[in-house]
Nanobody, 118 residues
């Protein structure tokens, strides 16, 4: 089992920045990728960014050039630096982890609210 705890959400004005953190614990060795997803009210959960153990990254088109995902292996922590935030970035952001033997993300954090005011 892997436990994920997010932090860093909050309220920010449009154009501002926030950094989300996701601390992982438990069977870390079983994970080969981590990511951030978000879910806005009335919408489906969507991918924001992912990073593999080899630090290969992937971003949703809507956040490319504004968000950066990174990881600190010594701290078992993944970060999401969000710059130039827009009101449409408002959502609950979830950290997720993918087991090596699985094709999808199976471990999820509790979520952290990000609200961008116009």
């Amino acid at each position: 089992q892997v436990q994920l705890v997010e932090s860093g959400g909050g309220l920010v004005q449009a154009g501002g920045s926030l950094r989300l953190s996701c601390a992982a614990s438990g069977s870390i060795f079983s994970i080969n990728a981590m990511g951030w997803y978000r879910q806005a009210p009335g919408k489906q959960r969507e991918l924001v960014a992912t990073i593999t153990t080899g630090t290969r990254t992937n971003y949703a088109d809507s956040v490319k050039g504004r968000f950066t995902i990174s990881r600190d292996n010594a701290k078992n922590t993944v970060y999401l630096q969000m710059n130039s935030l827009k009101p449409e970035d408002t959502a609950v952001y979830y950290c997720a982890a993918k087991p090596r033997e699985r094709s999808g993300y199976e471990y999820w954090g509790q979520g952290t609210q990000v609200t961008v005011s116009s």
